[in-house]
């Protein structure tokens, strides 16, 4: 039984003071900071190919137990639609065909990652370049908190409770890199401390995959430049899943139907990339009123999610 349904039972008896209480309980156990040895732990073992190995994490939530198909997530702190979507989009498919997703917790891509690995009902570990308990940045405690409830884990090397400095994220980076597989950069500029996490995995021996982006963006640079280096380009999970575990059954895609005319035919040209509300609009003939009420429908029964600036995309 999951903690959370333990912490429910043993303190049902008492409805009077029953949120107090389960608040209370909930937070004891969000905050239990358990440490391991990772060359001790069969899941954390990949971490002794590294540089600097350490000696112990300490960790609040749950980890694997075996070793599991791992890719790490990493990009811009500052992503575009473009960046945020494919970022959620391969989040969301590994995770949903039993990938476990790593990333730093950051503002982000990190945190689209995290989210989207969620979303699937799949499981997440966010590596921290602080000691825990605390979380940063502070805007992702909720973050922190599903992940932990929902069977992941938050992670740290640090034991005393200090604030993160500069090199530590550049440390961090190397045991996101390092619990991985391979390592999915879906956009960056040239000058992005992403790089530094694919550098840490090509030192490594880890696979690094590369989402070709626009020419002309400069959010697109660092991952541009590093397919001309070689990394592999990377369009679709199946890319990732055919190296990392080439067993995985094929995803069946299917594409979701709306409740009324409008909807479906919304839902078809999302599903044929385009993005933008205007020219959906424009392409559909539907009135303006009808179009915005067919949206917001489809985003409350979750066929549909925005991206910021009426850019729209299949959930």
């Known amino acids: 039984m999951h903690l959370i349904e333990l912490a429910d039972q043993s303190i049902a008896y008492h409805s009077s003071t029953y949120l107090t209480e389960r608040q209370y309980l909930l937070q004891q156990i969000y905050m239990k900071i358990n440490k391991v040895v990772p060359l001790e732990q069969n899941y954390l073992q990949i971490l002794g190919d590294i540089a600097k190995t350490p000696k112990s994490l300490y960790f609040i939530g749950n980890l694997p137990q075996q070793r599991v198909p791992t890719v790490a997530i990493v990009g811009t702190r500052r992503p575009t639609a473009y960046g945020k979507e494919v970022t959620h989009r391969l989040a969301y498919d590994l995770a949903s065909r039993g990938v476990i997703v790593v990333s730093g917790l950051?503002?982000?891509?990190?945190?689209?990652?995290?989210?989207?690995?969620?979303?699937?009902?799949?499981?997440?570990?966010?590596?921290?370049?602080?000691?825990?308990?605390?979380?940063?940045?502070?805007?992702?405690?909720?973050?922190?908190?599903?992940?932990?409830?929902?069977?992941?884990?938050?992670i740290s090397e640090h034991q005393d409770n200090e604030s993160?400095?500069?090199?530590?994220?550049?440390?961090?980076?190397?045991?996101?890199?390092?619990?991985?597989?391979?390592?999915?950069?879906?956009?960056?500029?040239?000058?992005?401390?992403?790089?530094?996490?694919?550098a840490h995995a090509l030192e490594q021996g880890r696979e690094v995959f590369v989402v070709p982006g626009n020419i002309t963006s400069p959010l697109s640079a660092g991952c541009n430049a590093l397919l001309k280096q070689g990394a592999t380009p990377i369009t679709c999970a199946d890319d990732i899943l055919q190296v990392i575990a080439p067993h995985t059954p094929d995803k069946q895609t299917l594409l979701p139907l709306g409740n009324t005319p409008d909807e479906t035919t919304i839902l078809r040209l999302l599903a044929d990339g385009m993005r933008n509300g205007d020219e959906i609009q424009q392409k559909t003939g539907i009135a303006a009123a009808d179009f915005s009420m067919a949206l917001t429908m489809l985003e409350m029964n979750g066929a549909i999610r925005p991206l910021g600036g009426n850019q729209w995309t299949l959930r």
Do not use: C, W
Not at 170 to 196: C, F, H, M, W, Y
């Open 106 to 154: 950051a503002l982000g891509v990190d945190g689209i990652a995290h989210r989207a690995a969620l979303e699937a009902g799949g499981t997440t570990l966010a590596v921290l370049a602080n000691s825990l308990p605390k979380i940063y940045p502070a805007t992702h405690r909720d973050l922190a908190k599903d992940i932990i409830a929902k069977g992941g884990a938050i």
């Open 164 to 198: 993160p400095r500069g090199y530590d994220f550049l440390a961090r980076n190397r045991i996101v890199s390092g619990l991985a597989d391979a390592i999915i950069i879906t956009e960056a500029a040239s000058r992005s401390g992403t790089l530094n996490t694919a």
